[in-house]
């Protein structure tokens, strides 16, 4: 026999995210769920229950939609485990019900690329949390802004992160708000093939494909500052000496080549 579960479901904003978790909670709510989904501004908060009435009274308070589903959407549906970076690092992917530890940070799924799971991804933040940086970082292509929120976790004193999509730098910056109190990063829209690199720094990263890795290998060498490292990601292994061929072409010198699956990040030094 398939088991069933209630939910009530409704669409809020993401910026009074925080209100509608506190109502929930005077409203007796142990649990909920907020997704985003792809297309979607407003971001969707789920309570899930075995019995109908606690969902009903939820519709009666708030308005949104009352329904039943198998228990194996229910499951699928509950939030999305932590995603550890060694033994330092964790990242959440739904408000904790507690403020945030020191070593956490969430980062919701969403519109953009970067809950930390991913390879690509994965690989930076391992290395992030192995060799924190304490000067200037420049992130490029920072997605959901989650290389650019960890190294200000970690300690860097001044982040700038890019991104030509302007719904991901949205998303960065609000993800930034859901982490600290104050706002530090600078986040700009911008395409990394039209970076001046007139302002240099300590660490660049930069999670992006080959074929734009090495079409901008000249503007994104020219902003890291002598002494500084690079660290590039979203290379397939097939693609890697094209990478490397770029960017020692610039004078950088190859320090580390880390693989996972398909992909390799590849760290550079002046
Ligand atoms: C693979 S995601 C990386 C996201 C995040 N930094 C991470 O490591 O998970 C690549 C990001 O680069 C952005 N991007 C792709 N081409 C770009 C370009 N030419 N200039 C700036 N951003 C670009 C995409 O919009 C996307 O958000």
Redesign the pocket.
């Known amino acids: 026999m398939s088991r069933v579960a209630w939910f009530w479901r409704r669409w809020i904003a993401p910026a009074r995210q925080d209100e509608w978790i506190a109502r929930l909670e005077a409203a007796g709510c142990a649990t909920w769920t907020l997704t985003e989904r792809p297309n979607r501004v407003q971001h969707l908060l789920a309570v899930y229950d075995a019995k109908r009435g606690p969902v009903e009274a939820l519709r009666g308070l708030f308005g949104g939609r009352v329904g039943l589903i198998r228990q194996s959407r229910w499951l699928r549906a509950k939030p999305a485990p932590p995603t550890r970076i060694g033994k330092t690092l964790e990242i959440l992917h739904h408000l904790p019900r507690r403020p945030l530890a020191a070593n956490q940070l969430v980062i919701p799924h969403g519109l953009?690329?970067?809950s930390g799971e991913?390879a690509?991804?994965f690989m930076?933040l391992r290395a992030l949390a192995r060799e924190p940086v304490r000067g200037r970082v420049l992130?490029?292509?920072?997605?959901?802004g989650?290389?650019a929120l960890v190294a200000r976790r970690l300690g860097a004193r001044k982040i700038v992160a890019?991104?030509?999509?302007p719904a991901?730098v949205r998303t960065a910056r609000e993800n930034e708000a859901l982490n600290f109190s104050t706002s530090r990063i600078r986040w700009h829209c911008?395409?990394?093939?039209q970076l001046s690199g007139k302002v240099r720094y300590d660490r660049v990263l930069a999670?992006?494909?080959s074929g734009?890795l090495v079409e901008?290998a000249r503007r994104i060498s020219a902003c890291v500052t002598p002494g500084g490292q690079l660290w590039v990601?979203?290379i397939l292994r097939a693609q890697q000496d094209e990478v490397i061929a770029a960017y020692r072409a610039r004078g950088l010198k190859l320090i580390r080549a880390t693989r996972r699956g398909k992909w390799v990040m590849l760290q550079f030094r002046w």
């Not at 911008?190 to 093939?193: H, I, L, W």
């Open positions: 953009a690329f970067g991913h690509t991804t930076l992130d490029l292509g920072t997605g959901s989650i290389l890019t991104d030509f999509d991901a911008a395409d990394v093939k999670n992006l494909f734009i901008a990601s979203g």
